[in-house]
């Protein structure tokens, strides 16, 4: 049974930073794809950013520069440095049962249950 567990959430001012970390326990795919998701008030669900066992990295554009994705065993860490109030969410971890590609259009399977992120200012 895969589970993941994210902390790290926490509130910080506008230009703040915060690294959320996802502990992954029972995930023996080969082919290993992980990401963080967040869910913006009032928006769809989108990805943030996912790497793989190659440790290639795919980023939403619009945290390209400020967000760094990183994994070590069976923890995967989110760097999130200059913060903005739109980014203010529930950011979630996730992980695929199999995929060709990983990114972050990638169907993911499994899910944690969130880490709340608030930017103010």
């Known amino acids: 049974q895969v589970q993941l567990m994210e902390s790290g959430g926490d509130s910080v001012q506008a230009g703040g930073s915060l690294t959320l970390t996802c502990s992954i326990s029972?995930?023996?795919?080969?082919?290993?794809?992980v990401g963080w998701f967040r869910q913006i008030p009032g928006k769809e669900l989108e990805g943030v950013a996912t790497?793989?066992?190659?440790?290639q990295k795919n980023y939403r554009d619009s945290v390209k520069g400020r967000f760094t994705i990183s994994k070590d065993d069976a923890t995967v860490y989110l760097r999130m440095n200059n913060l903005k109030p739109e980014e203010t969410a529930l950011y979630y971890c996730?992980?695929?049962?199999?995929?060709?590609?990983?990114?972050?259009?990638?169907?993911?399977?499994?899910w944690g249950q969130g880490t709340q992120v608030t930017v103010s200012g």
């Open positions: 790497i793989d066992n190659a440790l």
């Open positions: 029972g995930y023996t795919q080969l082919r290993k794809c």
């Open positions: 996730a992980a695929a049962k199999w995929t060709l590609k990983c990114n972050i259009n990638t169907t993911m399977d499994f």
